[in-house]
């Protein structure tokens, strides 16, 4: 056991207020907004498949024209409210936007870099606009913050000259005062979201990184901040040099979820986040370059994180007219008219301890009720669904959470092993069923 300063500073979930709502929000938006969204993955007529937001790096941009970018960027169709009333009939109780990518441009006016909104034609405040508009539907806001900065003079990837360590360590005090700033300018911020720090530059400095989450949770108390901000005193990350998780939640699921009999994750909280298509977060002129998820997928992938007791969030790339591509809005629609049914079984629901996994579907169960649901996603051709209970415990009643007064018939045909015996009809849809347990001892 290594005698860490900068290591995890506590153990086990975090049980305060603000940490249980961040828990039971769930289903987030994820918006990835900046100057890429301008190209779109394409540059003098080519077309760049690799992630949009990287099309600086895919396509050798050098700093001097990239950054000039920002003299053409005005969304002048951008609807905050159109946005945040989209999240909501989605069913998002959260969002996550980047303020600054790895590009470096500040979608808010900082008063630390002139590579900012205010020096655009648009000029105004993009993130408080998005803030107040979200909040006012009642979604909390989380601030995506890149580490990693290819606009900044004083940023280094490696600390390997005194002169690398005297610019490194400005670019940390600019970095810092950042963070200060949008943790004071936008009192409502529910979490901070870390990336962009797997360079050996940040490794190196894990007293940093503790720093800023103090420094955050000291001016915003009850702030979440993501396992990916941290690295311990040994340059570990997500978690330290004794294994234990940095941070409120880890955050290293990134488009890709944990095995659904990985049972390690139910032990901390975490979050998912996942683009749309294979591996586009800003916006990508071309929408099928390749695959993209269906919104049943994504609804599996919601409900497949929520029976493991994660977030998901789900990322969305606008357009640079400040309008949300059609592609998105239809995924966001048939999303929302899913939740408009089933939320029960995602919002403040989690895991349900000892029930094993099932071929048809997830289990959830509601953190503070305990209410247990049966999400399915694939009918046997029999149309019986085989449930092996907890142990001790059968299942006295199985109802459609859409049709409560559609029988289903339940069956304890041996020990732990109970048939529910679903009406013969077709379903188009993921389905929720409340089952009511009785402990038999
Ligand atoms: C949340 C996601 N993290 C960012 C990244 C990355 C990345 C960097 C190097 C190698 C592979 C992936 C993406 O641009 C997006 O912001």
């Known amino acids: 056991k290594k005698l860490l300063k900068y290591g995890a500073q506590y153990e086990g979930k975090r049980t305060d207020a603000a940490m249980q709502k961040w828990r039971s929000n769930r289903f987030g938006q994820f918006i990835h907004w900046g100057l890429y969204a301008i190209p779109g993955g394409e540059w003098k007529g080519k077309t760049y498949t690799y992630a949009a937001e990287f099309l600086k790096s895919s396509a050798h941009i050098p700093n001097s024209t990239w950054d000039s970018l920002q003299y053409q960027f005005n969304p002048v169709k951008f609807d905050p409210k159109t946005w945040a009333k989209m999240a909501k009939k989605m069913g998002v109780k959260y969002m996550t936007i980047t303020t600054k990518h790895h590009e470096g441009f500040c979608l808010w006016p ?9 020096n655009t034609p648009y000029k105004k405040d993009i993130i408080k606009a998005l803030v107040d508009a979200y909040n006012s539907e009642g979604i909390d806001v989380n601030f995506y913050y890149s580490v ?17 360590s005297i610019a490194f360590s400005r670019y940390l005090t600019f970095a810092q005062n950042q963070l200060k ?3 004071e300018n936008y009192p409502s911020v529910k979490g901070f979201w870390f990336d962009g720090t797997w360079d050996q530059s940040i490794k190196k400095n894990g007293w940093w990184t503790l720093q800023v989450e103090q420094m955050l949770k000291s001016i915003r108390p009850g702030v979440v901040v993501n396992s990916r901000l941290r690295a311990d005193d ?6 330290d040099s004794n294994g234990k998780m940095m941070g409120d939640y880890e955050s290293g699921y990134e488009r890709r979820l944990p095995s659904p009999t ?6 901390r909280d975490w979050e998912a986040c996942m683009t749309i298509p294979e591996n586009q977060w800003g916006y990508h002129k071309k929408w099928d370059i390749s695959y993209t998820k269906t919104p049943l997928e994504l ?10 007791g994660g977030n998901f969030l789900l990322n969305f790339g606008p357009k640079p007219d400040g309008t949300i591509r059609i592609e998105e809005q239809q995924i966001a629609e048939h999303i929302g008219n899913w939740m408009k049914i089933n939320s029960a079984a995602i919002y403040n629901a989690g895991h349900a301890k000892g029930w094993p996994r099932q071929d048809w579907g997830y289990f959830t169960q509601n953190e503070t009720t305990g209410k247990l649901y049966a999400v399915v996603f694939n009918i046997p051709i029999s ?5 092996q209970t907890l142990e001790g415990i059968t299942i006295s009643k199985a109802s459609f959470l859409e049709k409560p007064d559609v029988p289903i018939t339940v069956k304890e045909i041996a020990k732990k092993q109970v048939n529910l015996y679903l009406p013969q009809q077709s379903f188009s849809e993921p389905f929720v069923i409340i089952l009511d347990t009785i402990n038999e001892n």
């Open 110 to 118: 900082t008063q630390y870099t002139k590579f900012n909104i205010g």
């Open 234 to 239: 040994y340059g570990a990350r997500h978690f």
């Open 383 to 387: 149309g019986i669904l085989k449930i």
């Open 299 to 308: 609804i599996e992938m919601l409900v497949q994180t929520t029976s493991l």
């Open 181 to 183: 700033e949008l943790a």
């Open 148 to 164: 990693l900065d290819w606009h900044h003079p004083d940023w280094r990837y490696d600390i390997k000259t005194k002169e690398d």
């Open 262 to 267: 990985d049972t390690q994750v139910i032990h």
